[in-house]
Nanobody, 117 residues
Framework: QVQLVESGVGLVQAGGSLRLSCAAS????????MGWYRQAPGKQRELVAT???????NYAHSVRGRFTISRDNAKNTSYLQMNSLRPEDTAVYYC???????????WGQGTQVTVSS
């Protein structure tokens, strides 16, 4: 069974930075994609960033240039470095990992990020 444990709960002022981590354990598809989603109150969950095992990245337009996703394959851990944070980045952030079918099957418990203006 795959478990994803997130860390990096934070309250930060606008313009500040925060780093989230997601440690995965258990039996996972080796060539998985790791990603981060977020869900703000009253809104649908949205994709923030993804990274393949080989390091190819993709970002939502709203975070491009401010957020950086990375991963350490040896540690099965992904990171989301968030800079120049804005109040609209306030959300619960979830990490996820794909299965062999490319579906986002495994999810973390979510971590709250609050950006004050």
């Amino acid at each position: 069974q795959v478990q994803l444990v997130e860390s990096g709960v934070g309250l930060v002022q606008a313009g500040g930075s925060l780093r989230l981590s997601c440690a995965a354990s258990g039996s996972m598809f080796r060539r998985n994609v790791m990603g981060w989603y977020r869900q703000a109150p009253g809104k649908q969950r949205e994709l923030v960033a993804t990274i393949t095992r080989g390091g190819m990245t993709n970002y939502a337009h709203s975070v491009r240039g401010r957020f950086t996703i990375s991963r350490d394959n040896a540690k099965n851990t992904s990171y989301l470095q968030m800079n120049s944070l804005r109040p609209e980045d306030t959300a619960v952030y979830y990490c996820s990992v794909t299965n062999e079918a490319g579906q986002w099957e495994h999810w973390g418990q979510g971590t709250q990020v609050t950006v004050s203006s």
